[in-house]
């Protein structure tokens, strides 16, 4: 490797709006403040709600179809 050309990876705290901190190591030199984390985002903590996009998908592809061109499969 060459000599002065690579960035200092020093530890780091990363802080969550939830409260949640742990320590990474980061060429960024100060504390990382983040809005979601694994300990509190809806997808991970499974209070996730399922949307149900099928039928506006149908519904577009209804609408802006053209005439004459084949159906996809669903």
């Given at each position: 490797?060459?000599?002065?050309?690579?960035?200092?990876?020093?530890?780091?705290?990363?802080?969550?709006?939830?409260?949640?901190?742990?320590t990474t190591r980061s060429?960024?030199?100060k504390d990382l403040h983040v809005e979601v984390c694994s300990a509190c985002h809806p997808f991970y903590t499974g209070k996730q709600k399922i949307v149900d996009t099928a039928g506006r998908?149908?519904?577009?592809?209804?609408?802006?179809?053209?005439?004459?061109a084949?159906?996809?499969?669903?």
């Open positions: 490797m060459k000599v002065k050309i690579h960035p200092e990876y020093n530890e780091i705290t990363v802080t969550c709006s939830c409260g949640s901190s742990w060429t960024l030199n998908v149908e519904k577009f592809r209804q609408k802006y179809a053209r005439k004459g084949p159906k996809a499969a669903a």
